[in-house]
């Protein structure tokens, strides 16, 4: 009996030992075997598992790295994403709660959340020049079948008489367009007027925007325009606008989707440098004598 028990102890005492086996530290945190002992498992090479400890050791640096800029879920997107998937499954959030492997659900959304964040984080300021869309993206689709334009405008969310009353806001913002409207019809510089009394960021540039696609009644409106020829009051997201119509031009419809493409791909490849230069910094250690 004793002899069993002794056999037993060693058995299990040994089963414990290989599945908290260090095999790798990152940062001074270590990695054990169990952490992805199923993963390892599936692959039958040692080549394979290097691969499979590698990836890990990228997640962790980058969960390490959001949690340092401060990039984890906040509660709110945690719960988004629980409820999306107990929708999907067609559970309760309290029944999703409920499963014994919820904790770990709930560290792996976490674990993506953060990393997101942190790409996001990363490649927020790059751009990618218009001539860069045009070149690439110019022989994609020669049919040029849709109409932008460009357009200067005069928004005004305020006057300074302050009104609580929202149509008499707005009654008197119209005033004051029209006014602008008559001095401008009458000579005076529509780029001069939108730095002065444009309420919109633009406003340093002389109210000037990017490139609108014709689409919707307002844009059609504003394509119609002549030349210097200065548009009705209407609304924007910012407040009440004239504008005047500066350019057009006709370009692929397809052409957005290729200047999507180009932006993601030159994102992920910036990225993926970022993420080869954090391992570089990083403190990581492979016990490769601990694999098969």
């Keep these: 009996m004793k002899k069993l028990l002794v056999v037993f102890l060693v058995a299990f005492t040994s089963s414990v030992f290989s599945e908290n086996t260090i095999i790798a530290i990152v940062n001074n945190s270590p990695i054990t075997l169990n952490?992805?002992?199923i993963n390892l498992e599936e692959s039958n090479s040692k080549d394979k598992q290097i691969i499979i400890i590698n990836n890990h050791i990228d997640k962790i640096l980058q969960t390490q790295k959001a949690i340092e800029l401060n990039l984890t879920p906040t509660k709110k997107d945690l719960e988004k994403v629980l409820f999306d998937i107990s929708?999907?499954?067609?559970?309760?959030?309290k029944e999703l709660m409920n499963f014994e492997e919820f904790s770990s659900i709930e560290r792996e959304i976490i674990e993506k959340l953060s990393i997101?964040?942190?790409?996001?984080f990363i490649t927020k300021d790059l751009k990618v020049s218009e001539q860069q869309v045009l070149?690439?993206?110019?022989?994609?689709?020669s049919i040029k079948d849709q109409k932008q334009i460009k357009i200067a405008q005069i928004i005004i969310s305020e006057v300074e008489n302050q009104a609580n009353d929202l149509d008499k806001k707005n009654s008197l913002i119209e005033t004051f367009l029209n006014k602008l409207k008559s001095h401008i019809n009458k000579g005076a510089s529509f780029e001069a007027f939108a730095k002065l009394h444009s309420q919109h960021p633009s406003y340093h540039n002389g109210g000037m925007t990017d490139w609108f696609t014709v689409k919707g009644s307002t844009l059609e409106k504003l394509d119609s325009l002549d030349k210097k020829e200065v548009s009705e009051i209407y609304m924007t997201d910012f407040g009440l606008a004239i504008a005047i119509k500066v350019d057009e031009r006709f370009i692929s419809s397809?052409?957005?989707?290729?200047e999507?493409?180009?932006?993601?791909?030159?994102?992920?490849?910036?990225?993926?440098?970022?993420?080869?230069?954090l391992r570089d910094q990083a403190n990581v250690e492979i016990y490769y004598d601990k694999l098969l």
């Excluded at 929708?87 to 959030?93: F, G, R, T, V, Y």
């Excluded at 999507?260 to 080869?276: C, G, M, R, T, V």
């Design 116 to 120: 997101l964040n942190l790409q996001r």
């Design 87 to 93: 929708q999907s499954s067609n559970l309760s959030i």
């Design 35 to 37: 952490s992805f002992q």
């Design 254 to 258: 397809k052409l957005k989707e290729c």
């Design 135 to 141: 070149k690439v993206c110019s022989d994609v689709n």
């Design 260 to 277: 999507e493409q180009i932006i993601y791909d030159n994102a992920k490849s910036y990225y993926s440098n970022w993420l080869i230069d």
